[in-house]
């Protein structure tokens, strides 16, 4: 990354890109870099989750899904309680936790539904503190599973269209989701309730708020939507 010191429309710098990272045949949906070990995960729509070296530009470190046995994959994220595992969704509504070091599946979570019309899982997230994943729906949904058993723990409807990202703070104790709805809604983790709502982007060919972040130190939020604008919110 440039030093912030480093105007972003000044005359371009070539040492700023340290080159690029190949072995994906088709479109990248997600990435997520662990800081524990300096490696970055992406997930893309050639099927496949790979793991690299965030440190220079050599071919993956491991392949998982290479078979396409539980579907394309379509988000990814470490999982925050154990750096040695990562969770990652799948167009066929399954959830899989993989063991990065033997890149083994662990334990495949109780997500899929109905085989004939899996719900579409449009992010998967670990919580910072605890062991359990949390997933966006195309159903409206956000469901909670718990990384030891694979097993639902709490399933709500949290908005009324898609669900399309989430974010947890830094200390475990909040829950922001954004949806197709416009609206950004933040939840208490503990009693899985709604405690503050606002609409945050316009639609565009019907699509709205794409993704949030908390900041990971200051009381900032952000946002990012289909009208191409990204907003921070105090």
């Given at each position: 990354m440039p030093s912030p010191?480093?105007?972003?429309?000044?005359?371009?710098?070539?040492?700023i890109l340290r080159g690029a990272l190949c072995?994906?045949?088709?479109?990248?949906?997600g990435l997520v870099y662990s800081s524990v070990h300096h490696r970055l995960l992406s997930c893309s729509a050639d099927g496949t989750v790979r793991l690299w070296n965030a440190a220079d530009i050599s071919p993956a470190?491991?392949?998982f899904n290479e078979d396409g046995d539980l579907g394309v994959a379509n988000s990814v994220d470490l999982v925050s309680s154990d750096p040695a595992y990562m969770v990652t969704s799948f167009d066929t509504g399954h959830i899989g936790l993989f063991n990065m070091e033997t890149q083994q599946l662990f334990l495949t979570f109780d997500s899929a539904g109905a085989p004939e019309s899996p719900c579409k899982i449009n992010q998967v997230l670990s919580h910072p503190t605890l062991p359990i994943t949390i997933t966006a729906q195309e159903d409206?949904?956000?469901?909670?599973?718990d990384n030891n058993t694979g097993k639902l723990i709490h399933s709500m409807v949290a908005h009324l269209d898609s669900v399309t990202c989430l974010s947890?703070?830094?200390?475990?104790?909040?829950?922001m989701s954004g949806s197709h709805d416009c609206s950004i809604r933040l939840w208490n983790m503990e009693s899985k309730t709604c405690i503050q709502e606002f609409t945050a982007h316009r639609k565009k060919f019907d699509e709205s708020i794409h993704d949030v972040a908390f900041h990971p130190t200051k009381c900032y939020i952000g946002s990012a939507g289909a009208d191409a604008l990204a907003k921070v919110f105090v």
């Amino acid at each position: 990354m440039p030093s912030p010191n480093i105007d972003p429309y000044d005359s371009y710098e070539a040492s700023i890109l340290r080159g690029a990272l190949c072995g994906h045949t088709d479109s990248v949906w997600g990435l997520v870099y662990s800081s524990v070990h300096h490696r970055l995960l992406s997930c893309s729509a050639d099927g496949t989750v790979r793991l690299w070296n965030a440190a220079d530009i050599s071919p993956a470190l491991a392949v998982f899904n290479e078979d396409g046995d539980l579907g394309v994959a379509n988000s990814v994220d470490l999982v925050s309680s154990d750096p040695a595992y990562m969770v990652t969704s799948f167009d066929t509504g399954h959830i899989g936790l993989f063991n990065m070091e033997t890149q083994q599946l662990f334990l495949t979570f109780d997500s899929a539904g109905a085989p004939e019309s899996p719900c579409k899982i449009n992010q998967v997230l670990s919580h910072p503190t605890l062991p359990i994943t949390i997933t966006a729906q195309e159903d409206r949904h956000i469901q909670f599973f718990d990384n030891n058993t694979g097993k639902l723990i709490h399933s709500m409807v949290a908005h009324l269209d898609s669900v399309t990202c989430l974010s947890v703070d830094p200390n475990g104790l909040y829950l922001m989701s954004g949806s197709h709805d416009c609206s950004i809604r933040l939840w208490n983790m503990e009693s899985k309730t709604c405690i503050q709502e606002f609409t945050a982007h316009r639609k565009k060919f019907d699509e709205s708020i794409h993704d949030v972040a908390f900041h990971p130190t200051k009381c900032y939020i952000g946002s990012a939507g289909a009208d191409a604008l990204a907003k921070v919110f105090v």
